[in-house]
């Protein structure tokens, strides 16, 4: 049976977070896997992606030996309540990348929420410290790879930079859920390059309306696809979003 996070031990929050780092970089690497023959440059995405997590997970290695030795059970996501089930649509072939960029998305809110809970729950000053700074590594992803500059221009070179095609990318990535706990950065930046690419002015126009529709419904919408409330101790999804747009 499932057990409670509010149960879990310090020794036990590590363990389980060594335990997700693991997955999510295997994910990460079918993904990287799945998508490299059509979509290049998002698999190389997904590679460094893969890489970092694998840093993390090194990183909680050595502070669970310093703390309580070589053996660290084997407790995974399925044995603890509040985490999203997984479908495991990243084994079947050929993979759809707007579902890999949604999941992906999914994926880095679950693991940001995990480590805010845990943070909460642990004393020891280095483990606290360790935790919190694996958080702002995933709360900051938006500004520094993932889904800023260097997917916009992934995306401009996998799709030909076709007006038509990169304006239905940029509402799609709007008004996809679990950017950011359901916050929409609206990055002029960002949005400039992706006007570059197909260099319209009316494009650019709908490209703001896109980004203020998809503000509108992403908070309700990542809420509900992000947890269960049990993980985050915020309530039930569908109040909880329909409070916070």
């Known amino acids: 049976m499932a057990r409670n996070f509010k149960d879990l031990s310090e020794r036990e929050i590590l363990a389980l977070a060594i335990s997700l780092e693991e997955e999510d970089g295997r994910v990460y690497a079918d993904f990287a896997d799945g998508l490299r023959e059509i979509y290049p440059a998002t698999a190389a995405l997904f590679d460094d992606m893969g890489a970092e997590e694998s840093g993390h997970r090194a990183s909680l290695i050595a502070t669970y030996r310093e703390r309580f030795g070589e ?23 050929p993979l759809k990348i707007a ?19 845990a943070i909460g729950q642990v004393t020891d000053a280095g483990v606290r410290k360790l935790l919190g700074d694996l958080e702002e590594v995933e709360r900051k992803q938006p500004d520094h790879g993932r889904g800023s500059g260097r997917e916009d221009h992934a995306r401009c070179r996998e799709e030909g930079g076709r007006g038509t095609t990169a304006l239905v990318c940029i509402a799609d990535r709007a008004a996809r859920s679990g950017r950011t706990d359901g916050w929409l950065r609206v990055d002029p930046g960002s949005r400039i390059r992706r006007c570059v690419c197909h260099k319209s ?7 703001g309306l896109a980004a203020s529709i998809g503000a509108g419904i992403s908070m309700a919408f990542a809420e509900a696809l ?17 409070v916070t747009d």
């Open 99 to 117: 579902e890999v960029r949604k999941q992906a998305e999914i994926m880095e809110l679950e693991t940001r929420q995990f480590y805010q809970k």
């Open 226 to 242: 992000s947890d269960d409330g049990s993980l985050t101790g915020r309530g039930r999804p569908v109040l909880r979003g329909a």
């Open 71 to 93: 053996h660290i059970p084997l407790i995974r996501r399925q044995d603890v309540k509040g985490f999203v089930q997984r479908r495991p649509f990243w084994l079947t072939r």
């Open 201 to 207: 002015s009316h494009d650019a126009l709908l490209v």
